[in-house]
Structure formats: C-alpha cells, structure tokens
C-alpha cells in the first residue's frame, strides 16, 4: 500500500469502501481532514502556523459503523493513530486516567512506528550482526555479556574478536587479509580453518537448522519500579517517571531459549545499537505534532445537560480537561513536550440520550465538521452480509471450512437474513449492523456445533437456503420473551 501522502481523498474512499458500506458523507469527511494535514504540510511555515486541523464529529446511531471507519482509517494512513474512549477519562486528581494521557499513548504509538521504520532502514546490517552472534553463540565463543576471558584467549587461536558487530561480519565473511601472505603461519591456518567452522555454521544457521534447539543467551531486561507499579503511569509527573526508571539498573541474566527466540532477541539488541534513540523520538515528536490523529469515540458519554449532580460534574470536568488539549496546549511526555496544536481530532457518539448541543460550547466550536452516519437499510445489510473484505457469510464460510464442511450461501438466504436484521431492528432496539451477527449466530448455532461430526459422517457440504435461515429463525421472531434474549 502507498504511504498516505499519495491518497487523494478519493482514494482513501475507495479504501474505506472495501470494508465499510455506504456512510460516504463520513467517508469524505475524513477523507479531507487527513489530506489537509498533507496540503498544510506544503504551505508556507507562516501560513502553515495559522491553519487548524479541521476536527470532525461524527454522529449516527449506534452499528452504524462510526468506530469501523475510525478503525480502518487507522490502517491505512501512516500518520499516528489512536482511539480513545471519552467515557474512561475523569477529571484530574479523580481515580481513572488523565486525559493528558492520550497525547503520551499517541506519542507512544509515533516512537513504535518511527522505530519501526528505521529498524527497516538497517534490517540488514542488524539481521547479519544478530546471525554472527547467534555463529558465535552456538559455537560457544560469545564475547557478550562479561566473560572477558574469552577476549584473552582469542588471539592464541589467531580469531581476533571485535566488539563492533559490523567489523566481524566482514571479517568473517571474507577469509581477510591474513590469506594475502605468502606463506601461513600455524596461527594463520588456524584461523582459515576457523572460518571455515563458521561459514559452515552460518549456513546450518541459515536454513534454520537449530531452529528449535535451545541455547543460553544474556537478555537484559529493565524492571518496572515498584511505586509506579503502584500508581499507576498517569498519577506520575512523567518526567519523574523516567528519572526514576533510569535510577533502577538494567539487570541482566542469562536465559535458555530456542534459537528461532534467540535470533529474534539479538536482532532487537543489534537494532537498538544501530538504530539512534534521541533521533527517533525526536522524529516521533514531530509526527505527532505535525500529522496525529485523535479518535474519541464514545464522546456522547461525556456530553450533560445542564443538571449539576454527581455523574454529570465529573463529565463536565473531562470535557474542561479535555478542551486544552483539542484547542492547542503543551502537554509533558517523559521524552519530552508535544504541542497538540496540529493534532487532528475525530470524534463519535451515537448521541441518542444527548446531544451535541450538551458539550461545552467552546468544546463544540472545536468540531466545525459534523457529519451525521445514517442508520442502514435492508439493502446495506445485504451488502454488509457479503462485500466487504471479511463479510460476515466470508467469516462463517472459512471457520467452517477448517472443520472439511463447505458452506454456501444462495442469494436468497442472504436476502432473508437481511429483512430479518432489518424486521428485529425495527421491532426491538436498533442495534444496527451488529444485529446482522446475532442473526448470523442463530442460523449457525445447530451447523457450528455439529459440523465435525457432519463431516465424519460425509456430509461435507451444505448450501444454506432462504428457508432453512427463516426456519431457524421462526421460533424466535415469534416468541416476543425469547427474541429479547437470543436476538
Ligand atoms: N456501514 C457498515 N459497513 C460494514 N460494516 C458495518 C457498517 N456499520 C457497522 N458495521 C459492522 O457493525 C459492527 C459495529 O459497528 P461500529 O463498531 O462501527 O458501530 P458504531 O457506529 O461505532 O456504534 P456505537 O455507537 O455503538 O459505538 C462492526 O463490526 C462493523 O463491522
Ligand atoms: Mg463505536
């Protein structure tokens, strides 16, 4: 996939239309929001400075598909991402988290995906570094960790160990200057049949031959400090936080594991040592700045009347906490500030006991775009039961499947399991296109139970009829009691 720079809104809608049906009007939306933080990006740094992220609000009924879209979104741009919930915040000094704390999980989410990218950039050096030591490791000559002797005894077998990884994979890869010498010392030779040892167990290493044996390695692994441990990350001044983290020492020990494990463990060590920290957090400060995306999904929930009691005192405090932040504030990480003036917000409620008149007026100012999500239709319901890249019948047809037993669905069993979300979203609460699994579940609670003693039994294949999904579900649209609970 091409990095989002590239995606035009049209694009990014052509995307979301693999997964999510209907709902355009949401789909441009942010299809726009998140190209406009590319176009500011070519302006001119004055003007750049006076543009504001547009934030969106998104409302719609409940299964319509409002946190769908945020989910999907999130794979496909290479900004960073992250959807909170409003309703699991509280106000500063309560018990629960600090709103703050969104901003830190966003930066989080930059420095993994900055990291990531520049592990890329020197996967090779790194994974050839970590192959080496895993050769060594396995002939026994692991210079890592303290057994300094080792390091004493090298140059008697004529093998010159190097604390630089880089240098002893050329060293070992070709035979090295020694060879040059006309005539071979007995050390010399040693260390021709040294390397000849190695290139053997390289290429043992390589095809994955010792895979599954075990070995010993040095991991060193930092302990969590127990008070934070106690308090939990977000009561902490975040600056303390990492003072005292870098108080407690690296403790190192040796551990077995598997040499797949051990390869995976000293690739990770090798990237750290190639990879430049200050750098990549440096980098993901400015991504989250420049390019992050806040999803508040739930923000109905922090929406109140005017009544003053209790609950409502406590949403009000989250949305006074909560404006800061969405209007531009600095806001303390344990690696350093992040000015949140850039960052896009999207939220979502489904807004049926409130409205978005309930926000704070300067929260609501915040939020010039409303797009409101249209409750779906028999005829998307039908659409969502097959379209999408992992529709619902694709879902139940490869579970089955694993059992032996193929399943098929003829157009008209869609079309009935269609009207009959469609008839008990009408009559019941409308639960939207959630309703379409439970329907899904009751077709196939008798199949999914039976299904491996069918194929034992040489029934490997079933096509599922409009009829059989209306006889399943007969007894439950009759009986008012018991569609409550099942449906
Ligand atoms: N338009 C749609 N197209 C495809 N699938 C959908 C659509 N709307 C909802 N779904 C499916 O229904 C489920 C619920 O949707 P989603 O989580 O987006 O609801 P929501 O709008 O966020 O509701 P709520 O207000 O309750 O949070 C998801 O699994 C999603 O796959
Ligand atoms: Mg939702």
Redesign the pocket.
Known sequence: MRAMKDLTPREIVAELDRF????DNAKRAVAVAVRNRWRRRQLDPDLAREVAPKNIIMI?P???????IARRLSKLVSAPFIKVEASKYTEVGYHGRDVESMVRDLLEVAIKMVRREQADQVRERAEAAAEERLVSLLLGEDQSGSDAKAKHDAPERGWVRDEDAGYRREQAGTPGPVTVAETKTASETASDEHNRVRERMRQKVREGFFDDREIEITVREKQAAPIMGMMGPDQFDPGMSSILENLIPEKSHRRKVTVKRARAILLEEETDKLVDTDKTVEQAIERTEQSGIIFLDEIDKIATSESKHGADVSRQGVQRDLLPIVEGSAVNTRHGVVNTDQVLFVA?G?FHSSSVKDLMPELQGRFPIRVELEA?TRD?FKR?LTE?HAALTRQQEALLETEGLTITFTPESVDAMADLAAEANASMENI???RLMTVMECVFEEISFRAPDMVKNGETELTISDEFVRERLKQIMQDEDLRKFVL
């Open positions: 999510i049906i209907g709902q719609g409940t299964g319509v598909g409002k946190t769908e979502a489904a779906l998307d969502i999408p939207g296109a959630r």
